[in-house]
């Protein structure tokens, strides 16, 4: 079975700062990645995924992750928040094999930016 | 771009009621999802569907049932809705079945208020 770890679940950070999601997973087989944000009202939006290629993922608006095997690691971030990062943030996690295309979702992280 | 939509944004019913939420995905996706995403929680599978009339039980299936008459369209169904089904609920599809490496695209998602 796998499960996904957020650690915080309200993040704070001033516009310009560096953003840092935590994201920790457990597997028994080599596992799929995804990051997902949700706005206000809407439905989940691909930030980026981690497919066992390279594990440094570039994703969109600007978000990078990467996958660390020996940390359990896959940690979000971005280099310079921006007002309109403000959401929700889920980490989810499928197996690599065998597992059909399931999803196991963190609990989510909701990221504040401030002026 | 992938479009999934759910029928209803809002819903309010009363408790015993029997509720159908709809979701319609354009893109001939094999596989379907419905979530419930409630604070702190995450998103929880209710149902998954791999293809037409066949349908598989999530994390949570209690007093949810699914129909797939046809590969576009994947309905959730409270049997006797109850108070504690208040929720957000999120529709899902994703390309090919048993495949872990695709992403899933979501809906907006229909807020459910039983009272």
């Known amino acids: 079975a796998q499960s996904v770890t957020q650690l915080g679940s309200h993040v704070s950070v001033s516009e310009g700062a560096l953003v840092l999601l935590r994201c920790n997973y457990s597997?028994?087989?080599?596992?799929?990645l995804f990051w997902y944000v949700q706005y206000p009202n809407q439905g989940l939006q691909l930030l980026l995924k981690?497919?066992?290629?390279?594990?440094l993922v570039k994703g969109i608006n600007g978000f990078e992750a990467e996958f660390k095997k020996s940390e359990t690691s896959f940690h979000l971030t971005k280099p310079s928040a921006h007002m309109s990062d403000a959401a929700e943030y889920f980490c989810?996690?499928?197996?690599?094999?065998?597992?059909?295309?399931?999803?196991?979702f963190g609990t989510g992280t909701q990221l504040k930016v401030e002026l | 771009d992938v479009k999934v939509t759910q029928s209803s944004r809002y819903l309010v019913k009363r408790t015993g009621e029997k509720v159908f939420l709809e979701c319609v995905q354009d893109?001939?996706?094999?596989?379907m999802f419905w979530y419930r995403q409630d604070p702190g929680l995450g998103l929880r599978l209710i149902y998954f569907?791999?293809?037409?009339?066949?349908?598989e039980k999530g994390d949570i299936p209690e007093g949810y049932s699914v129909s797939r008459e046809k590969k576009e369209r994947f309905s959730l169904i409270l049997e006797s809705a109850s108070t504690n089904q208040t929720s957000m609920y999120l529709c899902?599809?994703?390309?090919?079945?048993?495949?872990?490496?695709?992403?899933?695209?979501f809906g907006d998602g229909t807020r459910l208020s039983i009272l």
């Open positions: 899902a599809s994703s390309f090919r079945a048993h495949l872990s490496n695709q992403p899933q695209h």
């Open positions: 597997s028994s087989v080599p596992p799929y």
């Open positions: 981690y497919t066992s290629a390279a594990t």
């Open positions: 989810a996690v499928t197996l690599g094999t065998g597992g059909g295309n399931k999803l196991t």
């Open positions: 893109m001939d996706h094999e596989n």
């Open positions: 569907s791999y293809d037409v009339k066949m349908k």
